[in-house]
């Protein structure tokens, strides 16, 4: 139940405990949709607006799919689509049976693979390790520096690498000068996979660490504060060194704990442990 009081001339319904709240009561209104007539005529100039980039997508995003019907065609260019021998799936059939197209899958398998191992830890490690610079300035140079790379052509960083490491390259004319053989680098099929996955690295790393660096800055410095961090901010950062000692000795007292209690485990399984005691 409910009790009506009226303050001020109007009348005020009070709950009761146990009531529920009144929006819980109020149903949900649907609102009534515009018809088609009155939104074109209310959005029209957006739709103008997206009139040229809907016709460069349906230009070169889906008419080109017709020409997938190439794929079970004997093709020839001068007949074109509509006169070319219609094979089925025989290109398929050969294709399959290609030794060199198995070649070249499992290469491409290999690549991938290695360019996931060796090129995603790199953004993620350059973003932590920016995020912890301190100065901004300093942050923002070093990002604007990492990230420059990621503007040059493929033919640009091609020919930066044949520079350093090509026959000609930096590399070698430092080992001549050693008296050591000289490595061509760029021509090993050997070290191919890394070469194009240090070639990425190098210019693309600086486009990921700006995601990353994005989803480090929107992590709450609640769920990463450590005794590290505490005694740096709240001790040397805020010229209170005393509390940073205190927060650095109470570190050590725990850690010197928790090695004895590993110590004492480790007795107990018959190891020796970090050292044992004399009897």
Excluded: C
């Excluded at 007949?79 to 399959?96: A, K, P």
């Excluded at 044949?162 to 000289?182: D, F, K, S």
């Amino acid at each position: 139940m409910s009790a009506i009081s009226v303050r001020s001339g109007t009348a005020t319904t009070e709950a009761e405990p146990g009531d529920k709240p009144p929006s819980a009561k109020r149903k949900r209104t649907r609102t009534k949709k515009l018809p088609f007539r009155v939104r074109l005529r209310r959005d029209w100039p957006l739709l103008l607006m997206a009139v040229p980039a809907l016709l460069l997508v349906i230009a070169f995003n889906y008419l080109p799919m017709f020409g997938t019907v190439t794929a079970f065609e004997y093709y020839d260019y001068i007949l074109g689509f509509w006169q070319s021998t219609w094979i089925g799936v025989q290109n398929f059939q050969n294709l399959f049976a290609d030794p060199n197209f198995w070649h070249a899958f499992e290469n491409t398998i290999v690549l991938s693979i290695v360019q996931l191992v060796l090129y995603f830890p790199v953004p993620v490690a350059l973003a932590i390790l920016l995020n912890s610079v301190l100065s901004s300035k300093i942050r923002s140079f070093i990002q604007a520096i990492v990230y420059l790379p990621h503007f040059f052509s493929w033919v640009l960083v091609i020919v930066l690498f044949q520079q350093m490491l090509g026959g000609a390259g930096l590399l070698n004319h430092v080992l001549l000068t050693h008296g050591w053989n000289p490595w061509n680098v760029m021509t090993d099929p050997g070290t191919f996979k890394y070469l194009v996955t240090s070639q990425a690295v190098w210019k693309e790393a600086g486009w990921g660490i700006i995601v990353f660096l994005a989803a480090i800055a929107s992590i709450d410095t609640g769920a990463s504060e450590v005794l590290d961090t505490y005694s740096y901010y709240y001790g040397v950062a805020a010229n209170n060194f005393g509390l940073g000692a205190a927060a650095g000795l109470f570190k050590g007292v725990v850690s010197l704990l928790l090695l004895y209690g590993a110590n004492k485990v480790a007795h107990f399984f018959g190891e020796d442990g970090l050292y044992r005691g004399t009897k």
